[in-house]
């Protein structure tokens, strides 16, 4: 997932951007109001994490000219001003949460988590399709040239991410924390069972290989495209 950070401070900037990598995201990180301010408008993001007392432009003016932009991508605040009416004039001109300086990085990992999940209970497509591989979200149904997949419902949401994110290479750890709602232990293999159950599933009787394994990076779902449909 693309998150951008603007955050002018040196040593946060890149700790954040660091902890973000590391947990699985697609950080971009501004260290000026104005450039963050640019990409905000301009590029497309998940999420963003924006530092209120910058040294050009306040966080709370970049907030308020996204939404009045309509751009509705979540905001989340960083700032050292702790006062209740810091926070209610923050969240009042649009953010959608507010984190108080100093702050530990599991926090600002769960909160991050907790908005990106709240985008997603969006209206959605309720019928995903690629190639000959159909599912059926509300239906809770699977198939694959017109024959029922028998899917777990553990396999049923992996499919489910992975049809969504159709064509990118999603890594074990947004596999793990967005399916299994957890952090991701390169100790333990679960992710590569479960991907390689889920393929058998859906791959293993067709010529058309739709699972794919990106060596050192993760899992994606990709018609070719003189197959696609």
């Known amino acids: 997932m693309r998150l951008l950070i603007v955050e002018d401070e040196m040593k946060t900037g890149d700790y954040l951007k660091q902890g973000f990598i590391e947990a699985g995201f697609n950080p971009t990180l501004c260290r000026n109001g104005l450039d963050g301010h640019h990409l905000a408008m301009t590029e497309d993001f998940e999420l963003i994490i924006l530092d209120v007392m910058l040294p050009d432009v306040d966080g709370l003016r970049i907030v308020k000219a996204l939404r009045q932009a309509e751009r509705h991508t979540p905001v989340l605040l960083l700032s050292a001003l702790d006062t209740v009416d810091d926070r209610v004039r923050g969240l009042e001109l649009g953010a959608d ?4 300086k100093p702050f530990a990085f599991n ?13 997603q209970l969006a209206p959605q497509s309720d019928r995903l399709q690629a190639a000959d591989l159909v599912l059926e979200v509300a239906k809770r149904r699977a198939s694959r040239a017109g024959k029922k997949l028998n899917l777990t419902p553990k396999e049923f949401a992996l499919l489910e991410l992975l049809l969504r994110r159709s064509g990118e290479v999603l890594p074990r750890t947004l596999i793990a924390s967005q399916v299994w709602d957890m952090n991701f232990d390169s100790d333990t293999n679960v992710i590569d069972v479960a991907v390689r159950r889920l393929r058998s599933k859906v791959d293993d009787d067709h010529a058309l290989k739709l699972i794919h394994t990106v060596r050192g990076m993760g899992y994606k779902l990709e018609v070719p495209d003189d197959d696609a449909l």
Not at 97 to 100: C, G, M, N, P
Not at 107 to 119: K, Q, S, V
Request: proline share 0%; no cysteine.
């Open 97 to 100: 949460d507010y984190l108080v």
């Open 107 to 119: 926090e600002l990992l769960a909160r991050a988590r907790t908005l990106l999940r709240r985008g």
